[in-house]
Nanobody, 116 residues
Framework: QVELVDSGGGLVQAGGSLRLSCVAS????????IGWSRQAPGKQRESVAS???????NYLDSVKGRFTISRDVAKNTVYLEMNGLKPEDTAVYYC??????????WGQGTQVTVSS
């Protein structure tokens, strides 16, 4: 079992920045990949950024160059630094962990709202 607590969302003007945090607990040694997905009203959930155990990162095309995923292994924490935010980035952002056992775990979500 893996527990995820995500935080850091808020209201920001277009062009602004936010940093999301996701703290993992439980069987963190089983995590193979961890990252962030988002879901806007009326839209499907989409993967935004992820990082593997080996440190390889992957980004949604629309956030490349603006968002950066990083991790602090000692703190079992993953961060998503979001710069140059746009109104279309408005969504609930969820931390997601995938384990070596092919299980997915989700955080409770944190709202990001970008005003124009």
């Amino acid at each position: 079992q893996v527990e995820l607590v995500d935080s850091g969302g808020g209201l920001v003007q277009a062009g602004g920045s936010l940093r999301l945090s996701c703290v993992a607990s439980g069987r963190t040694g089983s995590i193979n990949r961890i990252g962030w997905s988002r879901q806007a009203p009326g839209k499907q959930r989409e993967s935004v950024a992820s990082i593997t155990r080996g440190g390889f990162t992957n980004y949604l095309d629309s956030v490349k160059g603006r968002f950066t995923i990083s991790r602090d292994v000692a703190k079992n924490t993953v961060y998503l630094e979001m710069n140059g935010l746009k109104p279309e980035d408005t969504a609930v952002y969820y931390c997601k962990a995938q384990t070596v056992y092919a299980n997915d775990y989700w955080g409770q979500g944190t709202q990001v709202t970008v005003s124009s």
